[in-house]
Nanobody, 118 residues
Framework: QVQLVESGGGLVQAGGSLELSCAAS????????MGWYRQAPGKQRELVAR???????NYADSVKGRFTISLDNGKNTVALQMNSLKPEDTARYYC????????????WGQGTQVTVSS
């Protein structure tokens, strides 16, 4: 079991920045990966960024060069720094943790709303 608690969402103007943070209830070193997903109204949830404990990252094409994901294994947190925000980044952002050796299991936070005004 992993409990995830997000913080840091809010309202920002286009071109602005926000940082999201997610605290995990257990050591992030024990997780396969952590990530951020987002879901806008009427759309499917999509991967924004993902990181494994060794530091390898991958990003959605739409956020490359603007968003940075980072993992702090000492604090068991994962952060998402979002710069040059666009109105199309508006969505509810969810923290994700992947566990499991042979079968993947996903855990999710409650989500935090990010709204970018034009």
């Amino acid at each position: 079991q992993v409990q995830l608690v997000e913080s840091g969402g809010g309202l920002v103007q286009a071109g602005g920045s926000l940082e999201l943070s997610c605290a995990a209830s257990r050591s992030t070193v024990s997780l396969n990966a952590m990530g951020w997903y987002r879901q806008a109204p009427g759309k499917q949830r999509e991967l924004v960024a993902r990181i494994i404990s060794a530091g390898y990252t991958n990003y959605a094409d739409s956020v490359k060069g603007r968003f940075t994901i980072s993992l702090d294994n000492g604090k068991n947190t994962v952060a998402l720094q979002m710069n040059s925000l666009k109105p199309e980044d508006t969505a509810r952002y969810y923290c994700n943790a992947e566990v499991g050796t042979y079968v993947r299991r996903d855990y999710w936070g409650q989500g935090t709303q990010v709204t970018v005004s034009s």
